[in-house]
């Protein structure tokens, strides 16, 4: 049984009355003091007799456990989904049963992580619970920034009418669900990989093969289907042609995150890591939509890597790992591509998205990786611009950090990576048109 | 969320740089369109944006983002004292029919208050009275004594009112403040037309007592349910069943004080019970029990204090609470 802290005062007040009704022999005071200690010693009784016990289950699970008859308070919860994307909405069904055969007023908070907000209903509920009956509330929370989080424990309270005492319990039910971070469609990145694989994709690399774009006209060879015979050509040239097609195939590609702790500067919602971790779902859904195979690698206080593969799992893969990356650490670009290079294809094109601060080493890492001839692209989202909005940032001191980027980026740009200082009002196709130079 | 160094830091960082070999003369970077060089022959249109170009756009887009400032509420040195805000600062929506019930209960309450201190309450015993006497105007300590009333009773009709807290703080501590006197171990009222048999007395006194802890519940009540209509108002907590919940407060507010009365009672009657109950045996020590002026006096309910409490901490020891409550479900099950 808990005091508030008007029950605190309440019995501050009655001691002191008493104490000093005895000095000053005031039976008046004496009196008072008396019936205010009464008061809060009956309204103890009450509050006593409200027992809360406690269990916690998922709702799923509550038709096979028939184990917890004795305890009179038991909660179940169910979520609509376990994964959404950024700006996505769960619904929540918690279900609360009172086993016992008394009625009980009781205060019930299911607690929802402190980043999210509840859209529909509420998950703070008073209410009157009869003997041996059971309810339902339901809220939908959105949920507006990636990352793991976890729906619970539920807070269930029985306190006296007056408010003077309580009991508290935590029942220990929990969901986890998995927020996403939020893609922008992306009609062509324009990048193609210098060493495609022989398997068949969707990019076509300027070769003669399968494929859909046309190449070329050439002589009819035996063995040539009828259905690439073109007709008009044969019939102005005199001779037998048939269409050739650009061969489509698959590239690697490398999406470098930078989850540094320096990543994070900025308001929460808007910061580097934020942007970056959008910018590479969206680019992992394009590529792997064509077909490629996509590796992933984040680097802040550990190098933490999702090898290459293809397909809708792969994607799943990657977002899972995006919405876990945290901004921790500040392992410099060098140690991360020193890692990495051995074992990736020369050639695959690689893109960083990094905010290119607090990093001696890049301007070394980039070079590595262009003297391998690997395809550069930078995406860079300017921490500058955030803290500058967020007035954390004087203008001398932006002037002078601008100045410093654009020194490193004109210089990362002279060694042939295709760099793009991003800026937060800016689309991501339009930042890749820029750093690829369109 | 992260930080920067301070711009001081970045100048520093910036001139090194800048002073060192890191820029590079080679790379040209004068135009826009002029970086065909670093792009196999073709020309990119985009540059590295230009810090004037920033500026002049950043000009019209300086709103602070809405989770840039979070809300902090610095507490002030009571607040700090105390853990926490003493007086709420919460605006609450116009008063629901349960918040008006108990505004017209406490204005009730307030009323039967003011005229019970006004009878039991004199002001011989108390500070100012000493005071007046001492400069030699005696009537000044009546006036300071009905003042202090009178704020009490205007600052908790304001209070109940206007569900101004702080008025109400007021109140309760000017209806302690005037009770705040040495009596000397005898019962005195304010005026003489109260009753002179004790039980009377002190059921009176009783009375008194309760009517003030009614008063500080039931305008906390005014102020309770009137966060808690807001809350549900706005949407922050949703309730079921309000209608049983308010009963249940209604059915507390009429047992509760009946309770704590009785037991004040039991308390006060020590005198009368403890020779009443040593009387079964021996009579004479019954007399001397009755006479004894340590039993009548104030130190007798002291005594009695110790005794009821001792009775009900036992009933707390042995968990009654909850023993009573498993005999209820038991009963309820069969």
């Known amino acids: ?438 | 969320m992260g930080t920067r160094n301070d711009a001081r830091n970045c100048i520093s960082r910036s001139t090194r740089i800048l002073g060192g070999e890191i820029i590079a003369d080679d790379v040209k970077t004068d135009g826009a369109s002029d970086t065909s060089h670093l792009y196999d022959g073709k020309t990119v249109r985009s540059s590295a944006p230009s810090r004037k170009k920033a500026a002049g756009r950043l000009k019209s887009s300086t709103d602070i983002p809405k989770d840039a400032i979070p809300e902090v509420h610095v507490p002030s040195w009571i607040e700090s004292f105390f853990g926490g805000p003493i007086v709420s600062s919460m605006k609450f929506l116009p008063a629901n029919r349960t918040v008006t019930n108990l505004q017209v209960s406490s204005a009730g309450i307030l009323v039967l208050l003011t005229a019970l201190t006004l009878l039991f309450t004199p002001v011989s015993g108390t500070a100012w009275f000493a005071i007046a006497n001492l400069i030699g105007i005696p009537i000044i300590g009546g006036v300071i004594h009905i003042l202090i009333m009178v704020i009490g009773a205007i600052g908790g009709a304001y209070g109940i009112f206007q569900r101004d807290q702080r008025a109400l703080l007021v109140s309760y501590v000017a209806m302690l403040l005037v009770t705040l006197r040495f009596a000397g171990s005898k019962v005195e009222f304010g005026f003489n037309l109260l009753p002179e048999e004790e039980i009377l007395q002190k059921v009176l006194l009783i009375a008194y007592a309760v009517f003030l802890v009614m008063y500080f519940e039931l305008t906390n009540g005014i102020i309770r349910f009137s966060m808690l209509d807001t809350s549900i108002r706005t949407g922050e907590v949703y309730v079921m069943g309000e209608g049983k919940i308010i009963r249940q407060y209604y059915r507390a507010i009429g047992i509760t004080p009946v309770v704590a009365g009785v037991v004040a009672l039991l308390t006060l009657l020590i005198n009368l019970i403890i020779p009443a109950m040593v009387g079964i045996f021996d009579s004479v020590q019954a007399n001397r029990l009755r006479e004894s002026v340590e039993l009548t006096s104030v130190y007798g309910v002291a005594l009695g204090t110790a005794m009821v409490f001792t009775v009900i901490a036992a009933a707390f020891a042995v968990n009654l609470p909850l023993r009573l409550q498993q005999m209820q479900e038991g009963r309820a099950n069969k």
């Open chain 1, 1 to 438: 049984m808990a005091w508030s802290r008007k029950s605190a005062m309440f019995a501050a007040l009655a001691v002191a009355m008493y104490l000093l009704g005895l000095v000053l022999r005031n039976q008046q005071l004496v009196t008072v003091a008396v019936v205010l200690l009464s008061f809060l010693t009956y309204a103890a009784f009450r509050t006593n007799h409200a027992d809360v016990a406690s269990s916690g289950r998922r709702l799923e699970d509550a038709d096979s456990d028939s184990g917890v008859a004795l305890q009179s308070i038991i909660a179940m919860r169910k979520l609509s989904s376990a994964r959404v994307f950024e700006d996505g909405e769960i619904d929540v069904v918690l279900r609360i049963q009172n086993r016992s055969t008394l009625s009980k007023v009781l205060e019930v908070r299911d607690r929802v992580p402190e980043v999210m907000r509840i859209k529909k209903g509420a998950n703070y509920v008073l209410m009157e619970l009869g003997g041996r009956k059971e309810t339902e509330i339901s809220y939908t929370i959105e949920a507006p920034l990636r990352g793991f989080y976890t729906i619970g424990p539920v807070c269930v309270r029985v306190q006296d009418a007056f408010g003077l005492f309580h009991n508290e319990r935590e029942i220990q039910l929990y969901d986890d669900f998995l927020v996403f971070p939020k893609m922008e469609d992306i009609k062509d990145a324009l990048i193609k990989s210098r060493v495609p694989k022989i398997f068949t994709g969707a990019v076509n690399i300027r070769n003669p093969g399968e494929g859909t774009n046309f190449y070329n006209l050439r002589e009819y060879i035996p063995g040539d289907p009828m259905k690439k015979v073109n007709w008009k050509a044969w019939a102005r040239s005199g001779k037998m042609m048939v269409n050739e097609f650009e061969r489509d195939a698959v590239s690697d590609i490398i999406l470098i995150i930078d989850s540094r702790s320096v990543s994070e500067t900025g308001p929460v919602s808007r910061n580097s890591l934020v942007y970056s971790t959008r910018a590479a779902a969206s680019l992992a859904q394009y590529f792997l939509s064509r077909r490629d195979s996509v590796g992933l690698v984040t680097y802040g206080d550990e190098i933490v890597s999702v090898d290459r593969d293809t397909g809708k799992k792969q994607l799943y893969v990657i977002l899972t790992k995006l919405a876990g990356a945290m901004a921790k650490g500040n392992t410099p670009l060098k140690v991360v591509t020193n890692r990495i290079l051995p074992h990736i294809n020369r050639g695959s094109p690689i893109i960083i998205l990094s905010p290119l601060e607090d990093d001696p080493t890049i301007i070394d890492a980039v070079r590595d990786l262009r003297a391998r001839n690997f395809d550069v692209t930078i995406l860079s989202p300017s921490s500058l611009e955030f803290e500058f909005d967020a007035r954390r940032l004087d203008r001398t001191g932006y002037e002078v950090l601008k100045t410093e980027r654009d020194i490193l980026i004109s210089e990362l740009r002279g060694l042939g990576a295709n760099v793009m200082d991003w800026e937060p009002e800016m689309m991501l196709v339009t930042a890749l048109a820029g750093a690829r130079g369109f």
